[in-house]
C-alpha cells in the first residue's frame, strides 16, 4: 500500500509569489492534516480536512489556505509568499477522522525555499 | 497556557544504555500524549500514545512511556539503545481531543554512539 505522497518534494519561490503543494493521502484515508515544520518555530499545526470540509485551522494567517478534493486529495496554497515561509511543509492522513482511535501517517514533505 | 517542553535538544547515549528522552506539558485537564519519531528526509513516524486507561505505554521498536499526572509528564525510555534508533523525537500533545490537531515540543536529537 503506498504511503503520503507530498509533492513536489522541492520548491524554490522569490518573495511575493504563490505557491500550491499536493498531498495524496494513503488510499482510503479521508482525514488530511497540514503541518509547517521551521528549525524556529518547531512543528506548528496548520489545518485539517476530513471529507472536503475544513474541520480544525492553526493559528496562521489567512495567506495559508487549502482544499480537499472528492477522492481526499489535498492541496494547500500560500499566497504572496513571505522570506519566513520557508519550511519543510507535512501532510499526514488518517483513516475516519475518529479523534483519538487512529494515528497519523505523515508524508516526507515539502521543503520550500523563498528567496 | 497549554504548552510542551522537551528537556535537551540533543542526547547522546552508548549503544546498549538507557534511553531517555523528557517530555513535560502544561494543561489545566489530563491531555492526551504522543511520541513521534523522525528519521531523515522522512516524515513523522507514531511511535506511542496516551490516550486513557494504562499510564505506562509500550510503543514500537522497544520503546515505552508513562504518564504522570502529578508530574505532568510523559517521558520516553528504551532499554537499551541500537544504532538504529539515532533520530529526531519529538513529544506531542492533543489539547483539543483531536489526534490530528497537535501541539509538538521542539524535538529531541537522539545521538547513539558505537
Known amino acids: 500500500k503506498a504511503g503520503v505522497t507530498q509533492t513536489p518534494r522541492y520548491l524554490i519561490k522569490t518573495r511575493g509569489q504563490q505557491v500550491t503543494l499536493s498531498c495524496s493521502p494513503i488510499?482510503?484515508?479521508?482525514?488530511v492534516s497540514w503541518y509547517q515544520q521551521t528549525p524556529g518555530q518547531g512543528l506548528q499545526f496548520l489545518f485539517e480536512?476530513?471529507?472536503?470540509?475544513?474541520?480544525n485551522k492553526g493559528n496562521f494567517p489567512g495567506r495559508f489556505s487549502g482544499r480537499q478534493f472528492s477522492n481526499s486529495r489535498s492541496e494547500m496554497n500560500v499566497s504572496t509568499l513571505e522570506l519566513g515561509d520557508s519550511a519543510l511543509y507535512l501532510c499526514?492522513?488518517?483513516?475516519?477522522?475518529?479523534?483519538?482511535?487512529?494515528?497519523?501517517?505523515f508524508g516526507s514533505g515539502t521543503q520550500l525555499s523563498v528567496l | 497556557a497549554q504548552s510542551v517542553t522537551q528537556l535537551g535538544s540533543h542526547v547522546s547515549v552508548s549503544e546498549g544504555a538507557l534511553v531517555l528522552l523528557r517530555c513535560n506539558y502544561s494543561?489545566?485537564?489530563?491531555?492526551?500524549l504522543f511520541w513521534y519519531v523522525q528519521y531523515p528526509n522522512q516524515g513523522l513516524q507514531l511511535l506511542l500514545k496516551?490516550?486513557?486507561?494504562?499510564?505506562l505505554v509500550k510503543g514500537i521498536n522497544g520503546f515505552e512511556a508513562e504518564f504522570k499526572k502529578s508530574e505532568t509528564s510523559f517521558h520516553l525510555t528504551k532499554p537499551s539503545a541500537h544504532m538504529s534508533d539515532a533520530a529526531e523525537y519529538f513529544c506531542?500533545?492533543?489539547?483539543?481531543?483531536?489526534?490530528?490537531?497537535?501541539?509538538f515540543g521542539s524535538g529531541t536529537q537522539l545521538t547513539v554512539l558505537p
Open positions: 506531542a500533545v492533543s489539547f483539543s481531543g483531536s489526534a490530528r490537531q497537535l501541539t
Open positions: 496516551y490516550t486513557t486507561g494504562a499510564t
Open positions: 499526514a492522513s488518517s483513516l475516519t477522522g475518529s479523534p483519538m482511535s487512529e494515528k497519523l501517517f
Open positions: 494543561s489545566s485537564v489530563p491531555p492526551y
Open positions: 488510499s482510503g484515508h479521508r482525514s
Open positions: 480536512y476530513f471529507s472536503e470540509t475544513q474541520r
